[in-house]
């Protein structure tokens, strides 16, 4: 059984920084790569980033381009998403999701997801 726990959501005003955490009790994790997602209420959940087994290849959002970085700790099985720059658009849970593969091959290919964590933008 995967789980896949997210910490570090809170309320920040416009501009905030917050680091997401997600740790993952997948013996593999090192094999597989990592992705976040977040949903905002009303609306369907959409793919914010992703990074390849090694974390060598990323992928973002546009929307979160530039602002947003996703990085990986294979020895403590950890993922994480740096935010900076927040803006009331970006309040949402955030999920992180293993991926099907070592790479990313679109937000379809997610396999196992956790609980999400809060993340509050206000302006």
């Known amino acids: 059984q995967v789980q896949l726990v997210e910490s570090g959501g809170g309320s920040v005003q416009t501009g905030g920084s917050l680091r997401l955490s997600c740790e993952a009790s997948?013996?593999?994790?090192?094999?597989?790569?990592m992705g976040w997602f977040r949903q905002a209420p009303g609306k369907e959940r959409e793919f914010v980033a992703a990074?390849?087994?090694?974390?060598?290849?990323?992928h973002y959002a546009d929307s979160v381009k530039g602002r947003f970085t996703i990085s990986r700790d294979n020895a403590k099985n950890m993922v994480y998403l740096q935010m900076k720059n927040l803006k009331p658009e970006d309040t949402a849970a955030y999920y992180c999701a293993v991926a099907k593969g070592s790479y990313y091959r679109g937000p379809s290919a997610f396999s196992f997801w956790g609980q999400g964590t809060q993340v509050t933008v206000s302006s």
């Open positions: 997948l013996r593999t994790f090192n094999q597989y790569a």
């Open positions: 990074l390849s087994w090694t974390g060598g290849t990323t």
